[in-house]
């Protein structure tokens, strides 16, 4: 078995894994919209809104990473008595992977960043917060909830940013239990202090976090392992993963290992939430009981997702697996993708100001009629999605005896062909709840169809897309090649 093929299959481990993280919870709104003036009050853009979002930030990024990596989180965390607390705690609650202890503080402001984009450029960053520490009883409760979710962890995850959990007495007493449990402790450190952190067993400063925490050098292989070696020394660490952006990353230990890791990116979209990605991914690693190693390689493939992604996304486990095996797959395998990491692909393409298309069918025994509905459909969009029947559909639609090709082959042959640029399988009769959640821009089907009769015409003009009809080539069918095949049998 080569590395990476043990590294895709140490993805499968992380699976349900109980990962505990503490720290501190934060809003993420974000705010899109265009510009298509400048204000006449002072030289700046005016920002027309189209639409805003909110998400888990802060620790509960590496939440929702953990989430997407299969693992089973628990989550302790602060909020306030306010809106903002509210919402944190709803978008905590979707997720029933999620083991959720939040703790309401009144009066505590909830951190809010809210970002504004016009196309796919951030214009600017609006924070809200408190840093003042926690009352000693809200500390106190933060604390047996985190002693006891503990015990029942693989691994534990400070994510401190510094907004008033993570005090040096809570992150001293954390640590201190974890180890008496033997428990990994993976630690996302803020602040130039990381003797707070001594006994942890690694920290995942970025460069500038490191500098700031040694005021050494940083630049270049030989200066990062000097400065980490220094903080190992004088602050009692395991380890140390530092985060180098398009220098990838390194890992230096207590025990006087050394590895650089090239960094795993593509395309450098947003870097927002990497960090947070990292952590998760160590963390869920070493929980699984992965190496550090293996844990950093893992990290660095899921890191280089991320910032080829907008906002503070995360990694998804089944992205993590193709990251790891991009050398050996072919371009037609890398399209197809679940639901999930489809939506946030055209969400991608969408920013960059590219027309989606959308089709869909069963396409087994692909034929001549099929390649013209798909080189049509890419006529009248810059990206491709196509939408597969799973065999268990097809079985429905078309009777026990298809699909004649089972759902990865047809994936496989569709997923080489020059105008398909995503494919994605779905379980259901219809690809409504598919449309749905993609909202292209455009809905083609061949000319068989009527519009009122194509499924999900009304979601795409609903919001302002269209449907397009495309001409069919007579003759042309997969049941019509079935009878042929079956009377030359006969």
């Known amino acids: 078995m080569t590395e990476l093929s043990a590294l895709a299959d140490r993805v499968g481990l992380l699976r349900d894994t109980p990962v505990l993280c503490v720290g501190d919870a934060m809003l993420d709104r974000f705010v899109y919209?265009?510009?298509?003036?400048?204000?006449?009050?002072?030289?700046?853009?005016?920002?027309?809104?189209?639409?805003?979002t909110a998400m888990l930030g802060g620790?509960?990024?590496?939440?929702?990473?953990?989430?997407?990596?299969?693992?089973?989180?628990?989550?302790?965390?602060?909020?306030?008595?306010?809106?903002?607390?509210?919402?944190?705690?709803?978008?905590?609650?979707?997720?029933?992977?999620?083991?959720?202890?939040?703790?309401?503080?009144?009066g505590r402001q909830t951190t809010i960043k809210t970002r504004f984009f016009a196309s796919h450029q951030q214009l600017l960053r609006a924070d809200r917060e408190s840093r003042v520490a926690v009352g000693d009883s809200i500390r106190d409760q933060l604390l047996n909830r985190a002693e006891r979710l503990l015990a029942k962890a693989g691994a534990m995850v400070l994510s401190d940013y510094g907004k008033g959990v993570l005090s040096p007495t809570v992150v001293g007493r954390l640590i201190r239990r974890a180890r008496e449990l033997g428990k990994p402790v993976v630690i996302d450190p803020k602040g130039a202090d990381y003797s707070i952190y001594s006994g942890a067993t690694v920290v995942t400063p970025n460069r500038k976090e490191l500098h700031e925490a040694t005021g050494m050098d940083v630049e270049g292989d030989e200066a990062v392992v000097r400065a980490a070696r220094h903080l190992i020394d004088t602050c009692s660490l395991g380890a140390v993963l530092v985060t180098r952006s398009q220098d990838g990353m390194t890992l230096v230990t207590v025990d006087g290992e050394v590895h650089h890791l090239a960094a795993e990116a593509r395309e450098v979209f947003d870097v927002s939430g990497a960090g947070d990605t990292v952590v998760a991914t160590l963390a869920a690693a070493v929980a699984s009981g992965?190496?550090?190693?293996?844990?950093?390689?893992?990290?660095?493939?899921?890191?280089?997702?991320?910032?080829?992604?907008?906002?503070?996304?995360?990694?998804?486990?089944?992205?993590?697996?193709?990251?790891?095996?991009?050398?050996?797959?072919?371009a037609g395998d890398s399209k197809i993708v679940p639901l999930v990491s489809a939506v946030e692909i055209v969400d991608r393409w969408r920013r960059k100001g590219h027309k989606v298309g959308f089709t869909n069918g069963c396409f087994d025994l692909l034929h001549p009629g099929h390649v013209s509905l798909l080189t049509q459909a890419k006529a009248a969009c810059d990206r491709l999605v196509v939408g597969l029947n799973s065999d268990a559909s097809v079985q429905r639609l078309k009777g026990p005896t298809r699909p004649v090709q089972?759902?990865?082959?047809?994936?496989?042959?569709?997923?080489?062909?020059?105008?398909?640029?995503?494919?994605?399988?779905?379980?259901?009769?219809?690809?409504?709840?598919?449309?749905?959640?993609?909202?292209?821009?455009?809905?083609?089907?061949?000319a068989d169809y009527t519009i009122d009769k194509v499924v999900g015409a009304d979601l795409v003009h609903g919001w302002g897309g269209r449907v397009v009809l495309a001409d069919l080539i007579d003759g042309q069918s997969t049941t019509n090649t079935i009878r042929k095949l079956n009377g030359a049998a006969g």
């Open 33 to 52: 919209g265009s510009v298509d003036r400048v204000s006449p009050e002072a030289p700046i853009p005016v920002l027309f809104i189209e639409r805003e």
């Open 59 to 106: 620790a509960g990024n590496v939440v929702r990473n953990l989430v997407a990596l299969g693992a089973a989180p628990a989550f302790v965390a602060v909020v306030g008595d306010d809106p903002a607390g509210r919402e944190v705690t709803r978008l905590v609650g979707e997720h029933g992977e999620i083991d959720p202890c939040i703790v309401v503080e009144p």
């Open 406 to 446: 089972s759902e990865a082959s047809r994936a496989t042959v569709l997923s080489s062909l020059a105008p398909v640029d995503l494919v994605v399988i779905f379980g259901e009769d219809t690809p409504r709840a598919t449309i749905e959640a993609l909202r292209p821009d455009v809905l083609v089907k061949g």
């Open 290 to 330: 992965a190496s550090l190693l293996e844990g950093a390689h893992l990290a660095n493939a899921a890191a280089g997702i991320v910032v080829g992604k907008v906002g503070t996304a995360v990694a998804y486990a089944e992205e993590v697996v193709a990251a790891l095996h991009h050398d050996d797959l072919t």
